[in-house]
């Protein structure tokens, strides 16, 4: 069965400060995606990265960046100088290969504040 | 491009009653996903649609039900409602579901309260 843990709850930054959101995810399959999502204050949950089981290179996206480590199985996520407009809950999610499998486990999700 | 979109935003039932919400994907998407966001209870997966066939089912009980259209547009029915059922409900579109490789894009939501 496959999981997703983000043992972060709550972080509270002030701006400007770098901040890593961390996730651990379990599977069986060797191929498998793995993906954050931002959720704001409306609801929509907006897509943020995908990254394959076979490509460990980490992405760099403006502030944003991800750290993919199949040795761990953690796909971290760093935000640098962050600023308030970054305030929302991050998940992180994966998903298996195969056919009825396309559905996206979500971890918990982590709360980011962040503190003009 | 239009993303997905969901109606209504807000839905206020009491408890026993039907709750029926829409989702239309993005154009050219033939994969429409629901999900649950309970309070407590995080993002859940209910169910999938692949041109116009129910493909998955997560662990909900069969009040939950719904169906997809041949514009590829969704339909979620829940019966009896009851008062847990109050959450968020994000709909999902991707294109064609052969596996997870596909990127899921989400809609505003439908919150329902049960009441």
């Known amino acids: 069965a496959q999981k997703v843990t983000q043992a972060q709850t709550e972080i509270s930054v002030v701006e400007k400060e770098d901040v890593t959101l961390d996730c651990v995810y379990e599977?069986?399959?060797?191929?498998?995606?793995l993906f954050w999502y931002k959720q704001p204050p409306s609801g929509e949950l907006v897509f943020l990265i995908r990254?394959?089981?076979?490509?460990?290179q980490n992405e760099i996206s403006g502030r944003y960046s991800w750290n993919f480590q199949k040795s761990t199985s953690s796909f971290n996520f760093t935000i640098t100088a962050s600023q308030v407009v970054d305030s929302a809950v991050y998940f992180c999610a994966l998903s298996e290969e195969g056919g009825a499998n396309s559905k996206l486990t979500f971890g918990k999700g982590i709360t980011l504040s962040v503190r003009p | 491009e239009a993303g997905v979109t969901q109606s209504p935003t807000h839905l206020i039932k009491t408890r026993g009653q039907q709750a029926t919400l829409r989702c239309s994907p993005i154009s050219g998407h033939t994969s429409v996903y629901w999900y649950q966001q309970a309070l407590g209870l995080g993002l859940q997966f209910l169910l999938w649609y692949d041109e116009g066939e129910e493909r998955n089912r997560g662990n909900f009980p069969p009040r939950f039900s719904g169906r997809q259209f041949p514009n590829y547009s969704s339909e979620l029915n829940v019966n009896a409602l009851e008062l847990e059922d109050s959450a968020l409900y994000l709909c999902?579109?991707?294109?064609?579901?052969?596996?997870?490789?596909?990127?899921?894009?989400f809609g505003p939501g439908t919150r329902l309260l049960v009441l």
């Open positions: 990254r394959n089981s076979f490509d460990e």
């Open positions: 999902a579109s991707s294109l064609v579901g052969s596996g997870g490789q596909e990127t899921q894009y």
């Open positions: 599977t069986r399959d060797t191929t498998y995606y």
